[in-house]
């Protein structure tokens, strides 16, 4: 199976900060992963698909990059709806598997 | 508005089964594929299962920590997808999410996500 590491594990920020959040896969995946938000006691929201695609609804603070191995989404100015956990999913071969996880907390 | 309800999660005790199940609405539901995924508390997500469309002869996927206990299948008449949990053990506790996939050629991506229903696997 792929493994995917996410970095950092938490990470502390104010509302207005740009936030960035790494994701790895053990092999190449193309563009097939997607990022997924989680506040606590909810469903998971999809953020972004196929790498960079911002999915209909989402604010256009969000976005994603990435090919390959190594995968980013960056917050460009975070608003208080924000703070969440976050996680990468690949999707290029079964089984399908997210990263640990990014906690994002109010600095 | 698309909208996906799981139901069926409860309290059951190791070894016995439990079927969920997830209800569509507000789209073609014979159209897409559907997944499921689980949450073990205080932990991060897992996927778990998936079925691809009829038109896709709907043949389906398992993780290894599921597969030959779970079945899942899909009733496109009732707009549901459903998760047969057999031979069940306490690591499967967790709170269990549906969710369509999207897909365009090799992409797929999970769009809505159902609430979750909340399986408790203990003596």
């Known amino acids: 199976a792929i493994q995917m590491t996410q970095s950092p594990s938490s990470l502390s920020a104010s509302v207005g900060d740009r936030v960035t959040i790494t994701c790895r896969a053990s092999?190449?995946?193309?563009?097939?992963l997607g990022w997924y938000q989680q506040r606590p006691g909810k469903a998971p929201k999809l953020l972004i698909y196929?790498?960079?695609y911002l999915q209909s609804g989402v604010p256009s603070r969000f976005s994603g990059s990435g090919s390959g191995t190594d995968f980013t989404l960056t917050i460009s100015s975070l608003q208080p709806e924000d703070f969440a956990t976050y996680y990468c999913?690949?999707?290029?071969?079964?089984?399908?598997?997210f990263g640990p996880g990014t906690t994002v907390e109010v600095k | 508005d698309v909208q996906l309800v799981e139901s069926g999660g409860g309290l059951v005790q190791p070894g016995r089964s439990l079927r969920l199940s997830c209800q569509g609405s507000?789209?073609?539901?014979?159209?897409?594929?559907m997944s499921w995924f689980r949450q073990a508390p205080g932990k991060g997500l897992e996927w778990v299962s998936f079925?691809?469309?009829?038109?896709?002869?709907?043949?389906?996927e398992y993780a290894a920590s599921v597969k030959g206990r779970f079945t899942i299948s899909r009733d496109d008449s009732k707009s549901s997808v459903y998760l047969q949990m057999d031979g069940l053990k306490t690591e499967d506790t967790g709170l269990y999410f549906c969710?369509?996939?999207?897909?365009?050629?090799?992409?797929?991506?999970?769009?809505?996500w159902g609430p979750g229903t909340l399986v408790i696997v203990s003596s």
């Open positions: 969710s369509r996939v999207d897909t365009i050629g090799a992409e797929d991506w999970f769009d809505p």
């Open positions: 507000g789209f073609i539901f014979g159209s897409y594929a």
């Open positions: 079925i691809r469309s009829r038109g896709f002869r709907g043949t389906t």
């Open positions: 092999e190449g995946i193309r563009d097939e």
């Open positions: 196929a790498a960079s």
């Open positions: 999913l690949q999707d290029y071969s079964f089984p399908f598997t």
